[in-house]
């Protein structure tokens, strides 16, 4: 490397191709810790969303490799954006409409769409194409890196989105019609108590899921390693993604999913399930990309992204004390029924 590139760039040291080592920019050697992360939170809300940065921050593709790939530990922090984001016009839906929860859930689907780009979906629908028309790895790849859609790809975002839809509407009913919430406020003013708090439970839902399915791409990009000449825009996030800074994204989305349910009546049953559902889900997404492909790409990732979101909506969705509830009186029946016959 010449000397002019040396005064702007510091080799780091990966077991990746020299073409493809990351590089660290001057400016980030000579800034503190806190500039550090606050650009490569930045450089995550660039590339995630529309929102627009700060001038100085840099845009050139060389080192935009470098702080994306350390963005990859603020994506659960991403997801906080988005979903307050689609929230604000759930809650603008609602109160328009009150009675036509279908409009509200849509609403809701069609901001963050707006704000991310359709990006996720993108991804999903590719993976759909190339995971549905595909047989081999190669013809797999090679139908993903096609832009136009397909039926598969089609098949997968309208199921997706009507998955997603119609589980917003039935978080709706289970929280919004909840009557324990309105018994259980204050004295003065209990109904907008209870309408204030079962909305704050559902925007707390929204900010769940979409944390947990940013989340899930930060699991995928540092477990598995890149497809070789997969032309997708998570490559460069593969480049120096650690397990600390994997450790650091669960850290954080632990915390944010903690306050965000928070309100939520059986919340340590709820943190439980949300937790056991993404994780497998991820892993299973994971496993399944790799042993197909040998490793993931972008596209997957943003389709893992969209599944795991969806898991979460019907996740919270289900009374599990109920459920826990009727498999323990279920097996106490047929143990006693089991029981008899030996008796008998």
């Known amino acids: 490397m010449g ?7 510091t080799a780091v040291k990966q077991d990746v191709p020299a073409e493809a080592q990351p590089v660290i920019p001057k400016e980030a050697v000579s800034s503190s810790f806190f500039v550090q992360e606050l650009t490569a939170f930045y450089y995550g809300v660039m590339f995630f969303t529309r929102i627009s940065v700060p001038k100085w921050v ?7 490799k470098y702080w994306m790939s350390l963005s990859t530990v603020y994506y659960p922090a991403i997801g906080i954006i988005v979903g307050l984001f689609g929230s604000f016009f759930f809650c603008v839906a609602y109160y328009m409409l ?17 704000l991310t780009g359709g990006f996720h979906e993108d991804g999903l629908a590719d993976m759909g194409d190339g995971f549905g028309g595909g047989w081999k790895r190669e013809s797999v790849l090679r139908i993903m890196r096609d832009s136009a859609i397909g039926t598969f790809g089609a098949l997968a975002l309208i199921l997706t989105l009507t998955t997603k839809i119609g589980a917003i509407v039935n978080l709706q009913q289970v929280i919004m019609l909840n009557p324990e919430l309105i018994s259980s406020g204050p004295a003065k003013f209990p109904l907008l108590y209870a309408h204030l708090h079962k909305l704050s439970q559902l925007v707390g839902t929204f900010v769940t899921a979409h944390a947990f399915g940013r989340w899930s791409c930060t699991y995928l990009l540092q477990k598995y390693k890149y497809v070789e000449n997969a032309s997708a825009a998570g490559k460069e996030f593969l480049l120096s993604v650690t397990p ?3 450790a650091m994204a669960s850290l954080m ?3 944010i999913v903690g306050i965000s349910l928070s309100t939520h009546e059986n919340f340590v049953v709820q943190m439980i399930m949300v937790w056991v559902v993404a994780v497998w889900l991820t892993v299973y997404m994971g496993r ?9 790409i972008g596209d997957c990732c943003g389709a893992t992204n969209q599944i795991v979101e969806c898991a979460m909506y019907l996740t919270l969705g289900v009374n599990w004390v109920r459920v826990f509830g009727d498999f323990a009186t279920l097996y106490l029946m047929l143990r006693e029924v089991v029981q008899g016959l030996i008796r008998g």
Do not use: C, K, Q, W
Request: proline share 7%; glycine share 6%; no cysteine.
């Open 253 to 255: 989305n632990f915390v």
């Open 288 to 296: 399944y990309i790799n042993r197909i492909l040998g490793g993931v």
């Open 244 to 246: 600390m800074r994997l």
């Open 3 to 9: 000397d002019a590139a040396n005064e702007n760039t």
């Open 98 to 114: 009150p009675h036509s929860p279908i409009i509200p859930a849509i609403a809701f689907t069609a901001a963050t769409i707006r």
């Open 58 to 64: 840099n845009h050139s593709h060389g080192f935009s």
